[in-house]
Nanobody
């Protein structure tokens, strides 16, 4: 059983920053992939950033340079630092992970991020 719990969402002005955190119910090193997706109203869920195999990171092109994903093995968390936020970053942000030897994706409940003045 895997549980992922997100925190850190909220309302921020354009140009501001937020840090999201995802706490996992098991060792973070058990996960082959762990990261963040987001879903804006009326749109499909889309990748934001993912850590693969513990060290490789993938970012959606539009997030490169603004968002940073980091994994804390001691705390069993994966964080997403978001800077220079834009209104189009408004979405529900979901933590997701897969275990080694499985493609089944686990999802958190999501956390709302709203970028508005």
């Amino acid at each position: 059983q895997v549980q992922l719990v997100e925190s850190g969402g909220g309302l921020v002005q354009p140009g501001g920053s937020l840090r999201l955190s995802c706490a996992a119910s098991r060792k973070i090193t058990d996960f082959r992939t762990i990261g963040w997706y987001r879903q804006a109203p009326g749109k499909e869920r889309d990748m934001v950033a993912v850590v693969i195999g513990g060290s490789n990171t993938n970012y959606k092109d539009s997030m490169k340079g603004r968002f940073t994903i980091s994994r804390d093995n001691a705390k069993n968390t994966v964080d997403l630092q978001m800077n220079s936020l834009k209104p189009e970053d408004t979405a529900v942000y979901y933590c997701t992970a897969t275990l080694y030897f499985s493609n089944f994706p686990y999802w958190g409940q999501g956390t709302q991020v709203t970028v508005s003045s």
